[in-house]
């Protein structure tokens, strides 16, 4: 079955891809199978990209709880255990969420690499010279970024993330070590984590995570063996994104259609990308 929208009787927000339901004290994030690219919705749904995103975020969740605790509520009241929403919800204590993004780099790769190129530096910190794209760093670089409610978000400097919020030094303590333990997982599965951003809000005064966790639409994914062999091959959306650049679209809607064999390679990578981080098969 294929989720592109869902409905329940609650107030509802939709996104791009989830669709985020008001339960007054909690809410409930529910990963559909839509799919986006340059800010555009597909009108084709990708089979079981919504329950890979789930799968993948939880399974982390529950990895990373001694680094950082998390907003999901276990317990689920009755009326949303639904087969709709089974294996593509989560259900979550409402936070004040933090107004950044807290971006954790491990290469010099897509908005990275175009800042390097141009100054060699990167969110304003100045690299070594004569790095190549798509290298690995030294050490991962934290990299905050403004959450914007209307446009783009916009990079920034860690001093001025520490001026938006009194947070931003624990946010970052706890990212770095996240990224890093991801990282070491992933990588024996044969999977490199190139970067992945982080959300966090307060609940009770305590910091915690919210949203998704180092998912393929949060984080870029590639198979560590076409790395190696110097051709780094996306496991997330990046592959959509290349074959759009490839068509005579000018990145606005209405979007083009998506051929079948596009959809299932789409999907092929999620379910892989699911399979080999949590050892589980989506159901």
Known sequence: MIVTETGLGFPKRRGKVRDVYDLGDKILLVATDRVSAFDVVFKEGIPNKGKALTGISNYWFRRMGGIAKNANIAEWPEELKTPELEGRAVLQKKAEVLPLEFIVRGYLVGSAWRSYKKDGKVHGVELPAGLKENQRLDEPMFTPSTKAEVGHDENI???????????????????????????????????????????????????????????????????????????????????????LMGLDWDRSPPPPALPDEVVNELSKRYTEIHEAITGEKIV
Do not use: N
Request: proline content about 2%; hydrophobic content about 30%; aromatic content about 12%.
């Open 157 to 243: 400097s860690i001093a001025q993330a520490r001026e938006i919020s009194g947070y931003t030094d624990e946010a970052m303590e706890k990212s770095l070590r996240i990224y890093d333990e991801a990282y070491r997982h992933a990588e024996g599965k044969g999977i490199i984590i190139c970067d992945t951003k982080f959300e966090f809000g307060l609940v009770d005064g305590e910091l915690v995570l919210i949203d998704e966790l180092l998912t393929p639409d949060s984080s870029r994914f590639w198979y560590k063996e076409s790395y190696e062999a110097g051709e780094p091959k996306s496991m997330d959306k990046e592959y959509l994104r290349e074959y």
